[in-house]
């Protein structure tokens, strides 16, 4: 899928350069933050499809982080990574509007599926909203 924005927020900086990486080889354009407030500021500025997102992070956490990106910017999708299976967290991300949880270290080839199937849903929810805004009152 061309034109993927995608916004990598890990606080493991060797994870996020090898992903990073792997993703921009595959045409995917990323940018890296190292936290959920540096993630929060990027979305305010720039325009992302889908935030990959890491659970576990010093500062504000991965469903901090989830829940503050679908009330302030519904139609980005967004994809939680974790180190730790854990059922109760994958349920409350589900819950909580996430579009995938997927377990570290993810198979590159199922995460850069994931993000294309997730782009392809923010873009036609930014297709449906520039619909709506458009639309005389």
Known sequence: MNNVQVLLVDDEEGFSSVLSKRLSKRKINVRIATGGEMALQLLSTEQFHVVVLDVKMPGMNGMQVLKVIKQRYPQVEVILLTGHADMDNALESMTAGA???????????????????????????????????????
């Open 99 to 137: 579009f995938d949880f997927l377990l570290k270290p993810a198979n590159t080839e199922i995460l850069i599926y994931r993000i294309n199937d997730a782009a392809k849903a923010a873009k036609m929810k930014m297709s449906c909203r520039e619909t709506e805004l458009a639309r005389p009152a």
